[in-house]
């Protein structure tokens, strides 16, 4: 068994300056804190998807199936 511990918002928020800065996304430190804090509480893998499909501006993550 592997111990696991969930992200703080820091880094969350640093996983996300990475995946904006991946994408070619400007940000500002305040929308990444508030990116970080979302995706913070929510904690599981699809949702850091989410937060990328966000700053991509790619809503069809969201489509029903």
């Known amino acids: 068994i592997i ?3 969930p992200y703080s918002q820091e880094e969350m928020v640093q996983i996300i300056r990475i ?3 991946t994408e070619n996304i400007q940000t500002d430190d305040e929308s990444l804190n508030l990116l ?3 995706a913070q509480k929510q904690l599981l893998g ?3 998807l989410t937060v990328g499909c966000l700053i ?3 809503d069809s993550y ?4």
């Open 3 to 5: 111990r696991t511990l």
């Open 19 to 21: 995946r904006a800065q």
């Open 62 to 65: 969201f489509d029903e199936k």
């Open 36 to 38: 970080g804090e979302i």
């Open 46 to 48: 699809k949702h850091v």
């Open 56 to 58: 991509r501006g790619d």
